[in-house]
């Protein structure tokens, strides 16, 4: 049995090393960049990826906190948006709301 050669090892373990590194720099890389896609593209993308995977080695929540922060201030007004009624009889858009009355938006769960 060869005796066991540090120096030998060490270029090939920080070759290894290296490889893992940019792997995973390059997993985070594409996480974050489908996070910042629409939900329906970011939902099709983690579909794809076995979830445990993405939460234990990514900094899921922080990453994601940061991909959809946005940019509103205090006092901004709300972005316009159109959502469908929940029976689904029409879709009721924000700009013509706030043109009738004042509108108080309420973003919550009541689970």
Do not use: C
Not at 46 to 58: C, N, R
Not at 85 to 107: C, E, M, R, Y
Request: charged share 15%; hydrophobic share 55%.
């Amino acid at each position: 049995m060869a005796a066991f050669d540090m120096g030998r090892m060490k270029p090939l373990l920080l070759r290894i090393f290296l490889v893992l590194l940019i792997a995973y720099v390059g997993f985070v890389g594409f996480v974050l960049w489908a996070m910042r896609q629409p939900p329906e593209q970011f939902g099709r993308v983690m579909a794809k990826m076995p979830a445990p995977v993405v939460f234990l080695l990514a900094p899921f929540e922080t990453m994601w906190t940061h991909a959809r922060a946005g940019n509103l201030n205090v006092g901004d007004p709300a972005p316009d948006f159109d959502l469908v009624k929940l029976d689904k009889s029409a879709n009721v858009q924000l700009s013509s709301l706030t043109a009738q009355q004042p509108v108080v938006l309420v973003f919550g769960s009541y689970t």
